[in-house]
């Protein structure tokens, strides 16, 4: 049902069964929670685990009512702002109160008004959390539409070529070799690795203050993501468009501003990996020692970085030419290699 949509009298029926069961229902319980343990707070010295449950419970409770209540409201946006801006103000006063003295602000109010305060502000921690859980999963759920309503991109198709003696595709690639790259992301992994360990020796306090694990996940973030991004971004400065096409007896064969022709007796090797990022093309005869990534290039609007599965017309013109093919596993790499 969409905020423009009419409401039929099943839909205000649904509506009102959700509103009784997930909003109505959750706010009476956490008040009641909340008013028991306002009352065994104030009957009591101190905070009984008993309590302890009830200022939980109800603070949930009341959270729980208050996110199904906004999911409820039309336009949905209006949803989505009261319910960040009850998010950040709750988180607001709960930072203040942690960081600036709660006791302080207390000294000078009565006992019963301290007891109230004090089962609101532990109450408050669970309502906060999934105050925040649940506009997580409203943005998370925005994503999932906005995906779904784009078509899935798809691998680059076979045309036929123009001289009507066999098919081409055309893609983006690098015109890299394996062998670069390899030396390139472990160049990479030396410097991020050198880097990270200077930071973790010169904040070495606030690495023993925040563990191993959160100080591994930080310098990822704060060091290797952004120079993955960066090598990422070069790389993609480097794409070029290509063609490769199988005619009737040779390979053709365009990167860039240079072309290629090798006639299937003059191939020597042929490697075409369909998916990842190391979805590439491998070309070796005639002169031509060709390598070209497709799945680390910027792909074309609406296709995805890789290549289409060979035609087996193109598997039984290579075997007649003398090479032989081999698969992997999966059947993503396929290469042909002649007999020597």
């Known amino acids: ?59 949930w409770s009341l959270a729980f009512s208050f996110v199904n209540a906004t999911m409820e409201m039309r336009p949905a946006r209006n949803g989505v702002v009261l319910e960040l801006g009850v998010a950040a103000v709750l988180t607001a006063l709960m930072i203040f109160v942690i960081e600036f003295g709660g006791d302080d602000l207390l000294e000078g109010l009565p006992e019963g008004a301290r007891a109230v305060i ?24 925005l994503f999932r539409r906005r995906d779904a309503k784009r078509p899935a991109p798809t691998p680059p198709e076979w045309q036929r070529e123009d001289a009507g003696d066999g098919s081409r595709v055309e893609f983006p690639a690098l015109d890299l070799r394996m062998r670069s790259l390899t030396l390139g992301i472990i160049g990479v992994v030396v ?39 960066l090598l990422r971004a070069a790389l993609r400065r480097r794409t070029l468009w ?18 290629h022709r090798i006639p299937y007796s ?50 039984r013109r290579l075997e007649l030419a003398g090479l032989t093919a081999e698969r992997s596993r999966r059947d993503e790499v396929v290469t042909f290699r002649r007999a020597r």
Request: charged share 20%; with cysteine; hydrophobic share 55%.
């Open 118 to 141: 004090v089962v609101l502000q532990i109450a408050a921690a669970p309502a906060t959390a999934w105050i925040w859980l649940g506009l997580l999963s409203r943005i998370t759920d």
């Open 266 to 315: 003059d191939l020597q090797t042929l490697v075409w990996r369909t998916r990842s990022d190391y979805a590439r093309v491998e070309v070796e005869g005639l002169g031509a020692d060709l390598s070209l990534i497709v799945g680390l290039a910027k792909p074309a609007a609406g296709r995805a970085a890789e290549l289409p599965a060979l035609p087996r017309r193109v598997f």
């Open 191 to 229: 410097v991020v690795g050198l880097a990270g360990t200077a930071l973790l020796i010169a904040f070495d306090d606030a690495v023993m203050s925040m563990g191993p694990r959160i100080a591994i996940i930080v310098m990822g973030v704060v060091v290797g993501l952004p120079v993955y991004l």
């Open 1 to 59: 049902m969409t905020d423009a949509a009419p409401e039929t009298t099943a839909d205000r029926r649904i509506r009102a069964t959700v509103t009784r069961r997930f909003v109505r229902y959750p706010l009476i319980v956490g008040l009641v929670l909340l008013a028991a343990a306002i009352g065994w707070t104030l009957a009591g010295d101190d905070l009984g685990f008993l309590s302890f449950l009830l200022m939980l419970i109800g603070g």
């Open 242 to 259: 290509c063609t490769l096409a199988f005619g009737n007896d040779e390979l053709r064969i365009r990167v860039g501003s240079s072309r």
